[in-house]
Every structure is written in C-alpha cells, then in structure tokens.
C-alpha cells in the first residue's frame, strides 16, 4: 500500500483514526509530565605543581627557584589526573558520598575528552553532577570536587612525596547554576508519540480490513442465486 492510499484510508476512517491521533497526544503528554526533569551543574578543576617545582634539594639552607605553577605543566600532572578520574569513578566513593546506584543524583567525572580510552590528555578534571533537584546538583558537584582534594592529598601521601611537592587541585569553574536537562523528557514523549500513532493506524487499517470482509461476507449469498437465474434464462 503506497502513500496516497494510507492517506486515502485515514481520510475514509477518520472517525477511528482521529481519536487515535488525539489519544497518542495525550499519551505522549502524559509520558513527558511522568518523566522527571533532571538539573545538570559542572565545574572544573586543574592540578598544578606548587611554585618551587616538584623536586625538594637534599641542602634545605639552598635556595630554591620559583615558577608560576600555571606555567609548570608536564606529564606528570596529566597522569595523576587519569589516575584521580579513576578513583572517583570507583562505586564506593559514590557511595560514600551518599550516591547509591539507581538514585535520582549522580556525578560524572572525566577529562573533557569524548573517548573514555585517552584519560592521560591533561591535568583537567571536568566534573558534572545530576539530580532531580537544582539544589543537589550543584551539591554533589562540591562533595566530588572536595573528595578529588583528599584522594589527590591520600595517595601523594602514599608515595612519601614530600609536603612540599603536593599537587594541588585548583578550582579554574566553579559549580555553575543548576540548569534543567529536557532531553531525556522529549524523547520518551517523542517515543510514546509516535508508538501511539502506529498503534493509531494499526486501529484505522485494522477497521478498514474488518468493514471489507464484511462487506465480502453480505455479497457471498448472493452469488450462486445470481447464478442460478442466468442458468434458468440459458
């Protein structure tokens, strides 16, 4: 059946299929209004080596040289970032933090790129929170960012590094206003809209075939008596 005739079939039972229309509008409303809006907040931190490097002189009356930890970027930073990332990704840490799985708020920590594979690309750690609420959004952002300090402070203290080579987690974006997150609400009800229009012309197409066979059916008992006429003149 090509276009032109589903039109022609939609038009001809159009007593079916427009409250069907009607109906997959609603539901698709219903859909979208059931699906809870989720609030996103992102902020941004940069791991920095402090002024006087990352190396300690064995002579402490040595002078030491300083540098602008912004412009003392190397591998190093990247890698304890990847390595951070990984930390924070752990489900006991969400835990911990009072983000069991399932609930309406979680947190999503990476390095800013799009392919998981390629942690080490920086000393950056892009985090974003998400909930149900503008208010715990932008709360769990700080408990991560918070959390990232210790477990960047922890395992610097693991290694025996020396206090005064600690990296430190700067904070280059802070938690942004929470913002609502439509995307998921608009396609369960684009989803749920269109299931409904199927399921609208399955309706219609299904009343056109039931009226047609029944139509076969009233000129069935007809046929043979038509017959037997014509015999009777021959």
């Not at 006991?92 to 690309?121: C, H, Q, R, Y």
Request: proline share 8%; aromatic share 6%.
């Amino acid at each position: 059946m090509d276009f032109w005739q589903t039109i022609l079939v939609v038009f001809r039972r159009w007593y079916v299929a427009l409250p069907a229309f009607l109906l997959s509008i609603l539901l698709a409303l219903a859909v979208y209004s059931s699906v809870p809006k989720v609030y996103n907040s992102t902020s941004v931190l940069v791991l920095t080596l402090p002024a006087t490097g990352a190396s300690q002189p064995a002579d402490p009356d040595r002078p030491r040289d300083q540098t602008n930890p912004l412009l003392n970027f190397d591998k190093g930073l990247s890698t304890s970032a990847a390595i951070l990332i990984e930390a924070l990704r752990d489900p006991e840490i969400a835990a911990e933090l009072g983000v069991p799985p399932g609930g309406d708020t979680w947190f999503e920590v990476g390095n800013g790129s799009s392919n998981p594979e390629l942690l080490i690309t920086g000393p950056f750690l892009f985090i974003q929170g998400n909930s149900a609420t503008p208010e715990g959004a932008r709360d769990i952002v700080g408990k991560v960012a918070e959390r990232a300090r210790v477990e960047l402070a922890n395992r610097q203290k693991e290694v025996n590094a020396p206090a005064s080579t600690y990296i430190t987690a700067v904070e280059v974006v802070p938690p942004t206003m929470p913002a609502a997150h439509g995307g998921s609400r608009i396609r369960a009800g684009a989803a749920a809209g269109a299931l409904g229009i199927l399921a609208g012309l399955a309706a219609t197409f299904g009343f056109e075939s039931a009226m047609n066979a029944r139509r076969r059916r009233r000129r069935a008992p007809d046929e043979p008596a038509g017959s037997a006429v014509l015999e009777r003149v021959g």
